[in-house]
RNA sequence: GGGCGGUUAGCUCAGCUGGUAGAGCGCUUCGUUUACACCGAAGAUGUCGGGGGUUCGAAUCCCUCACCGCCCA
C-alpha cells in the first residue's frame, strides 16, 4: 500500500463522519472511564433558521476540542447540541418566503396555519446548520438533538424533548413569586414586526438628524422678561417674550405633549412656572395648554433649557412625566402611524384641557390628541406636516434674517436590530422579569468565582450590566414562540357589583347592573398555569366567592375579551330567560403574546437535560462545566442563564465561561453582507478541507483577542494538514507502523525525540487548562513541523540505514501515534484517518488515550547532545551557504578543537552530522588555508573549501558574527556588572546569565583565533 | 460623556505572573539530496505608538498624550 501525496479531505471527512456515527463515538459518555468524572458542555444554539457563519465555527470548534481532549482523557463527556427557535428572525424568513411565493399574509391565514407552516419550514430547512455543523467534525451527541420549542403546541410527531414544559413551568413559577408581572409600561416597540423588544434588541446608532426649534406661546398672551447671563453672571441678552423656546428632534411627538419642564435652578424661566403654554399645532379652536413645570431632569445648557415632556413616547420624558403626574398621551398604532381609533380630536383635546388644569382624568388611552388632518399618515409624513404648520403660522423660532432655525446634528437613534427600522417607544401592556429581585446569587457567583469568565474583562462587562440591569420585557407580540401561559377572566367583584339584598342570589336588576356597569371599563383577573385545565381551577375559585348562580358558572375559554364579554352577557340572558344556571359561563381568554426568545434559551443549561423531570442527565451533568460563546451575547443569553438557573434551580449553569472574539476578515473589519466581505466557512472546508480551517481558528483564538481571519491562514495550516501527512507517508516507505507502545531506544536522536513528545503533550495539556487555544496549536506546530518532521525525519534517514534502525522505526512509529494523539482534538479527521492507516489500533483514535507521561522521560544528556549537534549542523550550513559553496558539494570536516562533550555528541551522531551538514567523516586536524571555520559548543571546526577560498569574504563573514557576539556579550557582562543586579536578581537568572556570557566569551574567543589564522595567511 | 480594549518585522498577529523580541504570510539567494515544491536550506527587516515614572532591569507594571476600535449613555 502507498498514501498519495496529500490528504484527500472531502472524501475522507465524510468517510470518517461515517465511521464515527457507525460507532456512535460522539454519544454521552463514550470512551468514559469506569467512575469518571464528567464534563459537559452546551452548544450556543444557533437560530434554526440560520446557516453556518464563521462564527458558529468558533463557537463550535473550541469547545469541540475541550470535549475531544476530555473525551480522549477517559471523562465522562456530553457536548450538547441544539438549536432556538428564534423567535421573530424566523417569523420574519417564513413571513417574506410566504410573500415570495404570492401566498396569502399570516393574518389571513391565521394564527394556527401560520404556526404550522413555520413548523413546516423548520422540517424542511432545520437540519441545515446541524449537517453544516457536522462538516467541521463538532463532535456533539446529535442523538440529543434539543430545540427550544420542542414540546411546543404544533411540534411534529415523533420529535423528543419538553423545552416547551419547562419553559412554562418557569413562567408559573416566576408569575406565582411575583418576579413575573404584568404593566403599561414604555417599552421599545418595533413597528416593522408590531411587537415590544427588549432593550438589547435595540441598535443606537448616531446618523444625521435636525434640531427644530418652537415658540410655545404663553397662554392669555402673556409676557415675561427672558433674561440671558454668561458664566461671569453679566446679562448678555434681555428681552420681553410671550413664548417660551422648545428645540426638539421630533416634531410629530409635540402633539402628545403634557407639560414643559424646566430645571427648578434655571432662573431664565422662574418667572413662568406654573403658568401653561400653547402647543403650536393642531386646530387653532381647539390649541391645547399644557403647564410649565419644573424637575431635575432638563440641563439648562443644552438647547433653550426648556424640555417638552411626552411621556408615552420618550423615555426621558416618561419618566418625568410620572413623576410630575402628566398624562401620558399615546399618538401611535402598532406600524407607527398616528392614531386614528378613540375618541374625535376636540372631545380629545377637552379632556387633555381638564388635565392640563390639575384635573384627574383617569384612564387617558381612549384618548388621540392627533388632528384629523394628521390622523393614519406615517409618523415621518406627520413629522413634515408639523413643521409645516409650525412654520406657517410663524411659530418657529427665526434667525437674523427671518429664516426658521433647524440645526443639522447627529442624533442618537434607536434602531430594531432585526428590523433595522426607527424603534418607538411605545405604552403597551407587556410582561416583565423583575430582574432586580434574581440578579442578587448572579452576581454573587461570577464574584466568589464559582463561575468563573475568562478572560477577565468580560467579567467587569458582566457585572456593570448586572448591577444596573433593568426590568425585562419579555412578552413579544408574535405568534411563533411559546404563547404566554397566562388567562385573562373578568373582573366581577372588584368594582360596581353588588348583592343588594345580601342575600347571596342574584336578581334580575343585580344582573343588569353587572351588564350595563360597563364590563369594558373594568380590569382583568389573570392567572398563570401550564394548561387551561389548571388555570380553569384557579378561576373557579375566584367565582367560588360570587353570588349564586354566578358561582358555578363554567369556566369556558374564548379567543380574546370582545368574545369573553358576548358569552358571558349570552350567558347571563340565557338564564335569565331559562332559570337554568348550566347556562351560566364564566369565560377566559389566553394572552396571544410569545416569550422572548430569550427566556427560553435561559434555561437551555436545564431545559436540554430534560428538567423538570429529576432526569439522569440532569443529575449527571448539571451544572455544566464550559460554555464557549462569543462576547455579544453575555448579556442576551449568559447573564440571563446565570439568573435564571440560580433562580429555578439554585445552581450556577456553568463553571466557566470562556468568551472568544469576533471573527472579522483579513484586515479586521467587520464581516458583513452588505461589505461583502462575509466569509464562508463551508467554502473553505471544501477548499482546504475542516482540519485546515479549525486548526487555523485555533491558533488565532488568543484570548480577549478578535481573529482575523484570511484564506491565506487556511491554505498556510493546510500545508500543515499535508506536512504530517507527508511524514507518515515517508514512515510508511520505510516500513514504520504505529499501534507500539512506548519504546526505550538507546539512541540519543531516538531518546531526544521522546522527550521532546513528552514537552509537547505538557505544553498542550498546559495550554488547554488554560483555554489558551492559540498556545496550543502554535505549540503542536512547531513541534511537530519544527522537531519532528524537519529534524527527527532527517535524522531518522540515516539511521534507518545503521543497527539502530529497528530502534528507530519503533520510536518514529510512536512518536507519530503521538502526533496524531495531541493533534486530534484540533483537527480530527487528517489524524483519524493517519491513525488508522498506520497500525491495527484497538479504537478509532477519537477514542484512543490521551498521552500521561509526565517530563521525566526527558532524557537531559540526549537533549544536550542533540541540540549540539542542531547547532552545528546549522552553523556548518550558514557558513556554506554565506560563502557561495554549491549545496552539492561535499566538504571535509576537520576537528581541531573539541572538549569531551562535544567529542562524544560528534562520535555518537557523526553519521547524522555528516548527511545533515554534506560533509566527511569529521577528521582531526588543523585549519589552514582554503578553510571555513565554524564553531559549536565546546568545539571548533574546519572546512576546506578549496585554494580558492574568497579571504576577504570569509574575513567579512566571521567579523560580522564576532561583532554580533561581542555585542551580546558585552550587554551580558554590563548587566553582570552591576552590583545591584547580582544583589537583587534570582539566583537562577544571575547563573543562566553567567553561563550565556561564558557561552559566547567562548564562541568569539574561536571566532577571533579563526580570524587571526586567515590574517596569517 | 462614561467604561473597556488596541497600537510589536512590509502584512496579519503571538508574547501568561518584569530578565532585553517570535510565528505565519510576503520578500531575497540557493536547491529537485531515498516524505512533502501545499517542499527544503540560508538570509534581510523591529529606538515593541509618543513622553514621563517605578525597577539593577520594562514590549511587559504605573501616569500621561495621540490615534484606532468596541460597549453603554
Avoid at 154 to 164: R, S, T
Avoid at 812 to 840: A, K, N
Avoid at 925 to 936: E, T, Y
Wanted: with cysteine.
Amino acid at each position: 500500500m502507498s498514501m498519495d501525496k496529500t490528504f484527500d479531505a472531502a472524501s475522507a471527512e465524510a468517510r470518517i463522519s461515517a465511521e464515527w456515527d457507525r460507532i456512535n463515538a460522539f454519544a454521552a459518555g463514550a470512551n468514559a472511564k469506569p467512575g469518571a468524572e464528567t464534563f459537559s458542555v452546551l452548544m450556543p444554539p444557533p437560530n434554526v433558521t440560520g446557516s453556518l457563519h464563521i462564527g458558529h465555527a468558533l463557537d463550535n470548534t473550541l469547545p469541540d476540542i475541550l470535549v475531544r481532549w476530555h473525551r480522549m482523557r477517559g471523562f465522562d463527556v456530553l457536548w450538547q447540541p441544539g438549536q432556538d427557535h428564534a423567535g421573530i428572525a424566523t417569523q420574519m424568513v417564513v413571513e417574506r418566503r410566504m410573500a415570495e411565493r404570492q401566498e396569502p399574509g399570516r393574518r389571513e391565514i391565521g394564527r394556527d396555519a401560520f404556526v404550522e407552516k413555520v413548523w413546516q419550514w423548520k422540517q424542511e430547512s432545520g437540519d441545515t446548520i446541524v449537517n453544516q455543523l457536522r462538516r467541521l467534525g463538532t463532535s456533539c451527541d446529535w442523538s440529543r438533538n434539543a430545540f427550544t420549542m420542542s414540546g411546543a403546541p404544533g411540534a411534529p410527531e415523533g420529535q423528543g424533548g419538553n423545552f416547551h414544559d419547562a419553559v412554562l413551568r418557569v413562567f408559573v413559577d416566576l408569575y406565582n413569586k411575583a418576579i413575573i408581572y404584568r404593566g403599561k409600561r414604555l417599552v421599545n416597540w418595533d413597528p416593522h414586526f408590531e411587537t415590544a423588544i427588549s432593550d438589547l434588541e435595540v441598535e443606537n446608532r448616531e446618523v444625521p438628524g435636525h434640531m427644530w426649534h418652537f415658540k410655545y406661546p404663553l397662554a392669555g398672551g402673556e409676557t415675561y422678561e427672558y433674561v440671558e447671563r454668561d458664566a461671569d453672571g453679566n446679562i448678555t441678552l434681555r428681552e420681553t417674550r410671550d413664548y417660551i423656546s422648545i428645540a426638539t428632534t421630533r416634531p410629530e411627538t409635540m402633539l402628545g405633549d403634557g407639560a414643559v419642564a424646566v430645571h427648578p435652578d434655571d432662573a431664565r424661566y422662574a418667572p413662568i412656572v406654573g403658568k401653561l403654554c400653547e402647543i403650536p399645532v393642531g386646530p387653532k379652536e381647539h390649541r391645547r395648554l399644557i403647564p410649565i413645570i419644573t424637575d431635575d431632569y432638563p440641563d439648562p445648557d443644552f438647547g433653550s433649557g426648556a424640555v417638552k415632556i411626552t411621556g408615552a413616547h420618550d423615555f426621558n420624558d416618561y419618566g418625568v412625566a410620572t413623576r410630575n403626574n402628566i398624562p401620558l398621551y399615546a399618538l401611535m398604532d402598532t406600524k407607527g402611524a398616528m392614531r386614528e381609533d378613540g375618541l374625535s380630536y376636540a372631545e380629545s383635546a377637552a379632556i387633555a384641557s381638564r388635565a392640563a388644569q390639575g384635573e384627574d382624568v383617569g384612564d387617558v388611552s381612549n384618548v388621540n390628541l392627533v388632528p384629523d388632518h394628521l390622523r393614519g399618515l406615517d409618523r415621518f409624513e406627520a413629522r413634515t406636516q408639523v413643521i409645516a404648520d409650525i412654520t406657517g403660522e410663524g411659530l418657529a423660532v427665526t434667525d437674523a434674517e427671518g429664516a426658521p432655525v433647524v440645526e443639522n446634528k447627529k442624533i442618537m437613534q434607536p434602531f430594531g436590530d432585526r428590523s433595522g427600522v426607527v424603534i418607538e417607544p411605545m405604552l403597551t401592556n407587556q410582561w416583565f422579569v423583575d430582574t432586580a429581585r434574581i440578579v442578587g446569587p448572579a452576581l454573587d457567583a461570577v464574584r466568589d468565582g464559582r463561575t468563573q469568565i475568562l478572560p477577565d474583562q468580560h467579567r467587569k462587562v458582566y457585572e456593570h450590566w448586572l448591577e444596573n440591569i433593568e426590568p425585562w420585557t419579555i412578552s413579544r407580540q408574535l405568534w411563533w414562540g411559546h404563547q404566554i401561559p397566562v388567562w385573562y377572566g373578568l373582573d366581577l367583584e372588584s368594582r360596581g357589583f353588588t348583592d343588594d339584598e345580601g342575600d347571596g342570589a342574584l336578581d334580575e336588576v343585580e344582573l343588569f347592573a353587572l351588564l350595563s356597569d360597563g364590563l369594558v371599563q373594568r380590569g382583568d383577573y389573570h392567572h398563570a398555569a401550564a394548561s387551561f385545565d389548571e388555570v380553569a381551577e384557579r378561576f373557579r375559585d375566584d367565582i367560588a366567592g360570587l353570588p349564586q348562580p354566578l358561582e358555578i358558572a363554567r369556566v369556558i375559554e374564548v379567543a380574546d375579551r370582545d368574545a369573553a364579554i358576548e358569552a358571558f352577557s349570552r350567558g347571563l340572558a340565557d338564564y335569565n330567560l331559562s332559570q337554568d344556571p348550566t347556562k351560566l359561563v364564566y369565560p377566559v381568554w389566553r394572552d396571544p403574546d410569545v416569550l422572548d426568545t430569550w427566556f427560553s434559551s435561559g434555561l437551555w443549561p436545564i431545559g436540554t437535560l430534560g428538567w423538570p423531570d429529576a432526569t439522569a442527565e440532569m443529575r449527571k451533568y448539571f451544572p455544566t462545566d464550559v460554555l464557549v460563546t462569543g462576547f455579544d451575547i453575555i448579556f442576551f443569553w449568559v447573564a440571563r442563564m446565570m439568573m435564571m438557573q440560580l433562580e429555578v434551580v439554585g445552581d450556577v449553569p456553568f463553571h466557566t465561561v470562556y468568551v472568544h472574539g469576533l471573527v472579522r476578515d483579513e484586515k479586521g473589519a467587520k464581516m458583513s453582507k452588505s461589505k461583502g466581505n462575509v466569509i464562508d466557512p463551508l467554502t473553505l472546508v471544501d477548499e482546504y478541507g475542516a482540519d485546515a480551517l479549525r486548526f487555523t481558528l485555533t491558533s488565532m483564538a488568543a484570548m480577549g483577542r478578535d481573529p482575523k481571519l484570511g484564506p491565506k491562514h487556511v491554505e498556510a495550516n493546510r500545508n500543515f494538514v499535508t506536512k504530517i501527512w507527508n511524514a507518515t507517508r515517508f514512515a510508511e516507505m520505510n516500513g514504520v507502523r504505529g499501534g507500539g507502545d512506548r519504546p526505550n531506544p538507546r539512541h540519543t536522536v531516538n531518546r531526544w525525540i521522546i522527550g521532546e513528545v513528552a514537552r509537547a503533550t505538557a505544553a498542550t495539556d498546559e495550554a488547554l487548562q488554560g483555554f489558551r487555544f492559540n498556545e496550543a496549536a502554535s505549540g503542536l506546530y512547531a513541534f511537530v513541523w519544527g522537531k519532528v518532521c524537519d529534524w527527527y525525519v532527517e535524522f531518522a534517514k540515516p539511521l534507518f540505514d545503521s543497527e539502530h534502525a529497528e530502534e528507530t522505526r519503533a520510536t518514529m512509529g510512536w512518536v507519530l501515534d503521538q502526533c496524531y494523539t495531541l493533534l486530534h482534538p484540533i483537527m480530527p479527521f487528517v489524524t483519524e484517518e493517519l491513525w488508522s492507516l498506520t497500525g491495527d489500533r484497538d479504537s478509532m483514535l477519537i477514542h484512543a488515550d490521551w498521552p500521561e507521561f509526565g517530563r521525566d522521560v526527558i532524557d537531559e544528556d540526549a537533549d544536550r547532545q542533540m541540540n549540539w549537534v542542531i547547532q552545528l549542523i546549522e552553523n556548518i550550513r550558514s557558513a556554506r551557504a554565506q560563502m557561495g559553496v554549491p549545496a552539492g558539494a561535499r566538504l571535509d570536516l576537520i576537528v581541531t578543537e573539541a572538549d569531551a562533550p562535544a567529542r562524544a555528541a560528534l562520535a555518537a551522531n557523526a553519521p547524522l552530522i555528516e548527511r545533515l551538514a554534506r560533509v566527511n567523516p569529521p577528521q582531526e586536524g588543523k585549519g589552514g588555508n582554503g578553510m571555513l571555520a565554524v564553531s559549536a559548543g565546546g568545539a571548533s571546526f574546519a572546512l576546506p573549501i578549496g585554494d580558492v577560498i574568497d579571504v576577504a569574504a570569509e574575513t567579512a563573514r566571521l567579523e560580522k558574527n564576532a561583532a554580533k557576539t561581542s555585542k551580546d556579550a558585552d550587554g551580558l557582562r554590563k548587566r553582570l556588572d552591576n552590583p545591584r543586579f547580582v544583589e537583587n536578581a534570582d539566583f537562577e537568572v544571575i547563573e543562566e546569565t553567567r553561563q550565556k556570557l561564558a557561552d559566547l566569551d567562548q564562541d568569539l574567543a574561536r571566532i577571533h583565533a579563526a580570524l587571526a589564522q586567515l590574517k596569517a595567511m
